[in-house]
């Protein structure tokens, strides 16, 4: 069967050179004569493994010495309670900016642990924007700002980094992380859920400034103890073994491509025509206020739910994929991540041109 465009919102496609690979080395990877799914992660070809993604995304992401990258589990939402769990412990204050549905969990998570407050929110017009905030809207003695950079089912994006003083800012990048470039040390800690744009579901990445280990509760499980990971490289129990080296192979398709620059020209021009499309014409309405707009979820609706339907079922029978929005915005949403070729968006251009036509509004 010929492979579709598929459109998830995650998991969602990797790039199809890394799953050859991983077909290729499914059964003896190397000359060990097993699967990577089956090797000890204490051996020194996983030890390898493990290494080397660390050591390619240091490089690809130019992280600086003083962050420690940690493999965990449990995806993005998982981090929601470590977070504060980890950091929210001098004051035990933590300021929250709540953009859509992911930033309100975290908001959310972390009340449990202590004073948390949001500090600016989008809920008035149902998330369609980046809310502004300045360094005095924040409480001076919080422990962190938490932000989420990319909203998966709203579809939009910071276009700046917040500033936050001496305040650590930290960083939900589940849907943008390693879509174009960012500087790393304008943040105390950055966290993703690998399964959008680094791997298979599985794997959560967390990059986390050194001076920021060894605050975490009395109560703080093991297994969410940022220090505890960090002290045994993350192996402190089984990481996700696989998909780490998947992780591995995609950060060797974007280095080999040019890095996070050429990552970010493919995937501005991959928006680009979405977003020109979009402003072309008036039978399709875009929701997000331009200067928010997400590369890497475009959100856009009929503004009639029958015919949004008839569009996501005709689309998926032409294999444009899961491009149904998500409940909170409705209508369409095409998540283009990385992996997500210039054709495919083109394509879904070119039948949204069509469909127009076939089925004028009453
Ligand atoms: C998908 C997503 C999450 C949830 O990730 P899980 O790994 O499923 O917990 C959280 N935040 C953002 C921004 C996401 O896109």
């Not at 199809?16 to 097993?34: D, F, N, R, T, W």
Request: net charge negative; proline share 5%; glycine share 6%.
């Amino acid at each position: 069967m010929k492979r579709v465009y598929n459109f998830s919102a995650g998991p969602s496609m990797l790039p199809l050179s890394v799953l050859e690979k991983c077909a290729e080395e499914m059964v003896c990877y190397g000359e060990s004569g097993m699967s990577v799914m089956e090797m000890s992660h204490r051996s020194p070809v996983y030890e390898e493994i493990i290494a080397g993604t660390e050591a390619l995304l240091r490089e690809v992401m130019n992280i600086p010495e003083n962050y420690k990258v940690l493999f965990m589990q449990g995806g993005a939402s998982t981090q929601f309670s470590a977070v504060p769990l980890n950091l929210m412990t001098g004051s035990g204050k933590a300021d929250y900016v709540v953009s859509g549905q992911f930033s309100k969990k975290a908001f959310q998570e972390a009340k449990k642990y202590g004073d948390v407050v949001c500090v600016a929110s989008s809920e008035d017009k149902n998330n369609s924007y980046i809310p502004v905030f300045k360094k005095e809207d924040i409480r001076p003695d919080a422990d962190y700002v938490h932000v989420c950079f990319n909203n998966t089912i709203y579809g939009t994006k910071y276009y700046y980094i917040p500033d936050t003083g001496d305040i650590p800012l930290v960083a939900d990048m589940s849907s943008c992380i390693l879509s174009e470039p960012v500087d790393v040390t304008k943040f105390g800690m950055i966290y993703a859920g690998a399964q959008k744009n680094m791997a298979p579901a599985g794997l959560t990445v967390v990059i986390i400034r050194e001076d920021l280990l060894g605050k975490e509760r009395d109560i703080t499980p093991v297994m969410l103890n940022y220090k505890i990971i960090a002290d045994n490289a993350s192996m402190y129990n089984t990481p996700p073994c696989y998909p780490i080296y998947v992780c591995k192979l995609v950060l060797e398709w974007i280095k080999d491509m040019g890095g996070l620059e050429v990552m970010k020209e493919k995937n501005v021009k991959k928006a680009k025509v979405l977003y020109d499309y979009l402003d072309s014409q008036d039978y399709y309405i875009a929701p997000v206020e331009k200067q928010s707009r997400s590369m890497m979820n475009v959100t856009f609706v009929t503004g009639d739910a029958d015919l949004d339907k008839k569009f996501a079922k005709e689309a998926d029978a032409l294999g444009f994929k899961n491009i149904k929005g998500h409940r909170s915005v409705g209508g369409m949403r095409a998540s283009i991540y990385n992996a997500m070729p210039y054709e495919g968006v083109a394509d879904l251009v070119e039948f949204m041109k069509k469909f127009a036509k076939e089925n004028p509004k009453g």
